[in-house]
């Protein structure tokens, strides 16, 4: 039966080999197995499935250990024996990776090559005289001490053993480590998006309360207005209202023109000129009659408080204000009666909706 069930057995063995050669005295066994690493590695990318150039993986890895396993075995006195032949089968595994190398885009390629019975022959080759330098040197070895030996092979198998626990003592760390910081982030994520879902339903709610002003009209954002051409107040009106301006404008998100009356806010004048809006605003708020252009909304960002009315100078009712300026006295007391009949007429409907 295989020592090595599939090539990342074998790939580990290889490993395992380089390390011990950091620590036992035959160094020349480090290189000839990180070279074999490398070649392990190209095989197992090569390979179509597990089994495949299975064998070839075996007989390298197995040449390698061969070597490894006569000195761990015998100490750094048989050491000397392998070492030329243990450069050799470095250099040649060197090689064979630079073709692996040269071929690497082409799995294929890789696998004719890798699968060449040549290759397999010069690596049962360098195995053959492995074995043949192990027997002699198990036949010198027959007649001399034992005694340091055991040394050489506690060395090696703590060696072995110290690496192990290290690299199995580092896994349990890092992944420790990992499923630590994996629960902090965990964490961290929730309570962020538990602060994010406040913060928009905090914000939302501050939209709604923004968006209507005293339940009536509709408060709107100064950015959200969109001023066009100036409308031109007629001479006769009242000096006091030179202290705003009029737009054909438009409101973001609804299609219908406005009309946009901006108060001047001037330097040392604020107080005032915020009182005279709050006060139009209260005056025009609760309006309803033809006769009288209607409310849309109301913009009170003090920097420049406005009126936005709904309709155009296109098709503009009659407002009372320019109405009565402009009029016989005649036309402005009709219209005056007019509009008081016409209010009361809509405060008895008022209260009669109200009652029900």
Same mark, same amino acid.
């Given at each position: 039966m295989s020592r090595y069930p599939d090539i990342d057995a074998c790939i580990q063995a290889a490993r395992l080999t380089a390390a011990a050669g950091?620590?036992?005295?035959?160094?020349?066994?480090?290189?000839?197995?990180?070279?074999?690493?490398?070649?392990?590695?190209?095989?197992?990318?090569?390979?179509?499935?597990?089994?495949?150039?299975q064998e070839l993986a075996e007989s390298i890895v197995?040449?390698?250990?061969?070597?490894?396993d006569t000195v761990v075995e015998?100490?750094? +006195?048989?050491? !000397?024996? =392998? /070492? +030329?032949?243990? !450069?050799? =089968? /470095?250099?040649?595994?060197t090689d064979l990776l630079s073709q692996l190398n040269s071929?690497?885009?082409?799995c294929a390629r890789i696998r004719r090559l890798l699968k060449a019975r040549k290759i397999a022959d010069e690596i049962s080759r360098y195995r053959q005289r492995i074995e043949a330098a192990r027997a002699e040197f198990l036949i010198c070895a027959a007649t001399s001490t034992r005694l340091g030996l055991s040394n050489v092979q506690d060395q090696v198998d703590t060696g072995i053993i110290t690496l192990t626990r290290a690299v199995q003592g580092s896994r349990n760390h890092i992944t420790a480590t990992i499923n630590n910081r994996s629960n902090i982030m965990?964490?961290?994520?929730?309570?962020?998006?538990?602060s994010q879902s406040e913060k928009v339903d905090?914000?939302?709610?501050?939209?709604?309360?923004?968006?209507?002003?005293?339940?009536?009209?509709?408060?709107?954002?100064?950015?959200?207005i969109n001023l066009k051409e100036c409308i031109e107040i007629p001479k006769s009106h009242s000096l006091h209202d030179s202290e705003f301006d009029e737009?054909?404008?438009?409101?973001?998100?609804?299609?219908?023109?406005?009309?946009?009356?901006?108060?001047?806010?001037?330097?040392?004048q604020e107080d005032r000129i915020m009182q005279r809006f709050y006060g139009d605003v209260d005056r025009r708020l609760y309006l309803r009659h033809p006769n009288f252009v209607q409310l849309f909304g109301v913009c009170t960002t003090p920097r420049c408080p406005a009126l936005i009315f709904h309709g155009s100078t296109a098709k503009r009712q009659r407002?009372?204000?320019?109405?009565?300026?402009?009029?016989s006295a005649k036309e402005s007391l009709l219209f005056s009666i007019e509009i008081y009949h016409d209010l009361k007429v809509t405060q008895v409907f008022d209260q009669v909706i109200n009652a029900q």
């Open positions: 950091e620590m036992a005295p035959f160094p020349f066994i480090k290189g000839a197995a990180q070279c074999v690493v490398l070649v392990l590695e190209m095989i197992d990318r090569a390979a179509k499935n597990k089994s495949d150039l197995n040449t390698l250990a061969a070597v490894r015998h100490g750094p +006195n048989s050491a !000397l024996r =392998f /070492q +030329n032949i243990c !450069l050799e =089968f /470095q250099t040649y595994m071929e690497r885009r082409s965990h964490e961290e994520i929730r309570s962020w998006g538990v905090r914000l939302f709610a501050a939209a709604q309360e923004r968006g209507v002003y005293k339940g009536v009209v509709r408060e709107v954002l100064w950015g959200d737009y054909n404008a438009s409101v973001e998100n609804y299609q219908s023109p406005k009309i946009v009356r901006v108060y001047r806010v001037q330097a040392g407002v009372y204000d320019y109405y009565c300026d402009s009029s």
